[in-house]
């Protein structure tokens, strides 16, 4: 499971994402999460971030909160435990 609060990938728009080895990134679990409102990390780069890696393979569940800055919400923290919580 990858859990990504607040951010996004690295580079600029379309950029040619990939794996190191080549690989799909079938079976992992990805939550991600953004903002209409975060003055670091655009909503249009978190929505980016969960197409290149549904793209890879992976099973991406996004989030993107209204009007929230750039902090990590209660929120994403409660989805995160309880996230967490299922896997153990």
């Known amino acids: 499971m990858l859990i990504v609060l607040t951010g ?3 580079g600029l ?3 040619n994402w990939q794996t190191a080895s080549g690989e799909s990134l079938r079976g992992l679990r990805v939550f991600l999460t953004g903002s209409d409102a975060d003055e670091w990390i655009p909503e249009r780069s978190s929505r980016e971030t969960a197409r290149v890696l ?3 393979g992976a099973s ?3 989030r993107i909160y209204k009007n ?3 902090i990590v919400c209660d ?3 409660a989805e995160v ?3 967490l919580e299922a896997a153990l």
């Open 8 to 10: 996004g990938l690295m």
């Open 13 to 15: 728009p379309g950029s």
């Open 54 to 56: 549904e793209d890879l």
């Open 60 to 62: 991406v569940t996004l």
């Open 68 to 70: 929230r800055p750039h």
């Open 75 to 77: 929120e994403e923290v």
């Open 81 to 83: 435990r309880a996230l």
